[in-house]
């Protein structure tokens, strides 16, 4: 099993950085080291049924991303391991989040200023009635903006007001061709600080393009708006 996590983390290094001569960029990835633009901190959770190292690759994977684009990761603790497998389980949706629920009254009430990433297996049981519907979820991320405006995950009824998370299926990451671990997790990190889906070659693109495609201005904006408010 740590083989082939190993292998995954180096595909992921190996997929190349879009360029600006790929196919109708939105912008080009910024140089290294540009101005600070702020500091993203995260509170990592780990499944006790992976090895913690798993967590560590996703950080590292996380910070690299986001320091070409000048954001720093902090971690605002170690990563603390926890019992979950997966955090949807059951058939319909109403049932399927409830272990979701108890997970967020548990660890992101109230909310906080950092981002929750907690590192699953799956993030759904795989024989049950919501893993076959969701059998390939490799991230997924709840925020208290995106349950009050989104319709469907306004029906789940989950609490009003917590800190952001993000769930990442280590499993189903590595599935994918190809794998790619650094554009999963900053993508989904995106989505923890406000960032939509977009059009074109960038970190919110979907379906994701075949490489790691930077921020792009707007996108950096958000974040560092994001960030401010969170300060
Ligand atoms: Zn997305």
Redesign the pocket.
């Known amino acids: 099993m740590h083989h082939r996590l190993r292998r995954l983390v180096l595909i992921g290094l190996l997929l190349p950085a879009c360029s600006s001569s790929d196919p109708a960029p939105t912008t080009v990835d910024v140089p290294d080291a540009p101005p600070a633009r702020g500091t993203i901190r995260l509170r990592v959770l780990v499944s006790s049924s992976l090895d913690e190292v798993v967590a560590r690759r996703v950080v590292e994977s996380i910070s690299r991303y986001y320091r070409r684009h000048g954001f720093e990761i902090a971690l605002t603790r170690a990563p603390q391991v926890i019992a979950e497998s997966y955090l949807l389980q059951g058939g319909d949706g109403h049932e399927a989040v409830e272990p979701m629920r108890t997970f967020l009254r548990r660890w992101a009430v109230p909310a906080g200023a950092e981002i929750i990433v907690v590192v699953l297996p799956s993030i759904a049981a795989p024989c049950s009635g919501i893993g076959r519907f969701f059998s390939k979820l490799e ?1 997924l991320t709840f925020t208290s903006d995106s349950v009050k405006s989104d319709p469907l995950l306004r029906t789940l009824n989950l609490l009003a007001s917590f800190t952001p998370t993000t769930l990442l299926s280590v499993r189903d990451i590595r599935r994918r061709a190809p794998s790619n671990v650094e554009f999963i997790a900053a ?2 990190l995106g ?1 923890a600080m406000g960032l939509s ?1 977009a059009r074109g070659k960038n970190l ?1 693109a ?1 379906p994701p393009p075949q490489c790691v495609p930077p921020l792009t201005a707007d996108q950096r904006t958000i974040i560092k708006r994001w960030l401010h408010n969170k300060a």
């Open positions: 991230g993508h989904e989505h889906h919110m979907t």
